[in-house]
């Protein structure tokens, strides 16, 4: 079931000036780049991994999941959109490789509303646990 008032992809998702977007004020959204305790997570650490590794693993992981659906998906950045079964909302996960860091942010938004319950931490902390599972992440 699709949701007219959130199938509409924000014009904001993407790469800007090598970031990812910022979190609205908000609280339904976390991102590893956010300035504020509130929103911040940590980015994802592949330890020993390469880039490409860490990236085609995230992939497979989206790929299993039933409510996420790969958008995007390049050599340093993955969109995909997470669909709330029960009420066709749709949250964005994005992932953007920093070279200089050595590291995978990531941003979890939901497109509505003010509060996500934790749903985006919870989902960002999920694929950290299973990707550490994998021997990914510190």
């Not at 000036?17 to 590893?32: D, E, I, M, Q």
């Not at 980015?43 to 490409?52: F, I, Q, V």
């Not at 949250?91 to 490789?97: A, K, P, R, T």
């Not at 590291?103 to 950290?128: F, I, M, P, Y």
Request: proline share 4%.
């Amino acid at each position: 079931m699709t949701n007219p008032l959130t199938s509409k992809r924000p014009d904001t998702l993407g790469i800007h000036n090598g970031r990812l977007a910022k979190c609205p004020s908000t609280a339904n959204s976390v991102c590893s780049q956010a300035d504020d305790a509130a929103h911040y997570i940590e980015p994802l650490n592949p330890g020993d991994r390469s880039r490409t590794e860490l990236m085609k693993r995230l992939q497979t992981a989206l790929a299993g999941c039933e409510d996420a659906e790969i958008v995007t998906a390049s050599e340093d950045y993955i969109h995909a959109e997470c669909h709330s079964p029960l009420f066709g909302l749709v949250d964005d996960l994005e992932f953007l490789w920093s070279e200089e860091e050595g590291v995978c942010h990531v941003r979890s938004a939901s497109r509505l509303g003010v509060t996500d319950l934790g749903k985006n931490r919870a989902r960002v902390e999920k694929l950290r646990m299973l990707l550490e599972g994998w021997g990914f992440c510190e």
